[in-house]
């Protein structure tokens, strides 16, 4: 590799560098930071002229987003136009939310350090397989899975015997399809309808989004029964004085502690860890995950 500085990068089948800025600096629009061997900028005419296996250099590590590339084409810039955020914030809040269900920081990894996409297994909790980056299950009475396999265009395969749903998602791990019909229904049934219990107050601190978003990834929208409570229920709970955001956030882990998700492991460390961050003010969610997350 001969970049001059940087790191190197080398030209797929398919790739713009567009399409390299939004995979792996988290937006397109940086692609003009990419560089030749030699330090030059791309013009537009040499941009529209790549190779395959031609090399290019990229911004150095420091401005890369970590995991950015596990990102189907187009879902990064997808979550930052929706949130309001950009992919560092993203990609932690991911790495938070991932640190307590895969014992990893690095959102795109399950605990076996296999690529999330290929997360299938039956953890005894009577919901069947759990699949995915978010957990989406295949039980008869728990099929929230079925909108990932129709996204993906087999429907069959919700209907497949949990091993052979294991074995197929597996063989699947690394098509990008697989990947996306994974994010166009974690965005439906968790981000989108999590972001709207807050748009109406103009909470749109990460930290805020990241806490709700991991309530809402564990506990789910709904209330399991009066003891254990959805996102829903706890914001409508936490917000009914007009807090600050502060005070809601304090609030609204407060309550999530006293009404817990069902057989989750350890709330209070779980919990702990994003009051920790509310203790330390970090609203932009720009820290080191390290002194953070909380691993099982």
Not at 33 to 58: K, N, Y
Not at 133 to 158: P, S
Not at 247 to 252: E, Q
Request: hydrophobic fraction near 35%.
């Amino acid at each position: 590799m001969s970049c001059t500085s940087g790191r190197s990068y080398i030209i797929q089948t398919g790739d713009t560098l567009y399409l390299v800025a939004e995979r792996l600096l988290g937006h397109g629009e940086r692609w003009r930071e990419i560089m030749h061997t030699d330090g030059r900028p791309f013009t537009d005419d040499e941009a529209s002229r790549l190779e395959v296996g031609q090399e290019v250099c990229l911004p150095g590590s420091d401005t890369a987003v970590p995991g950015a590339e596990y990102f189907p084409s187009g879902t990064l810039n997808q979550l930052m136009a929706l949130t309001g955020l950009d992919a560092q914030q993203i990609t932690n809040i991911l790495g938070m939310i991932n640190g307590p269900e895969q014992a990893k920081s690095a959102w795109w990894l399950t605990a076996e350090d296999e690529i999330i996409y290929s997360y299938a297994e039956n953890i005894d909790d009577g919901r069947g397989v759990t699949i995915g980056i978010y957990g989406a299950t295949t039980g008869k009475d728990f099929r929230d899975a079925d909108v990932i396999w129709k996204n993906y265009g087999h429907e069959e395969y919700g209907q497949l015997p949990e091993p052979d749903i294991i074995n197929k998602v597996h063989a699947i791990a690394h098509d990008p399809q697989w990947w996306k019909a994974q994010w166009d229904a974690y965005l439906s049934t968790y981000w989108e309808p999590t972001l709207a219990l807050l748009q109406p107050h103009g909470y749109r601190s990460a930290l805020t989004i990241g806490a709700l978003m991991d309530t809402a990834m564990n506990a789910g929208l709904d209330d399991d029964d009066a003891h254990h409570w959805g996102v829903k229920h706890l914001v409508q709970q936490a917000i009914t004085t007009n807090p600050t955001e502060r005070d809601f956030l304090g609030k609204f882990m407060q309550l999530r502690l006293k009404y817990p998700t069902q057989n989750s492991g350890d709330m209070k460390r779980r919990v702990g860890a994003w009051q920790k961050l509310w203790r330390d003010r970090q609203w932009a969610m720009r820290v080191d995950l390290s002194q953070y997350c909380y691993i099982p």
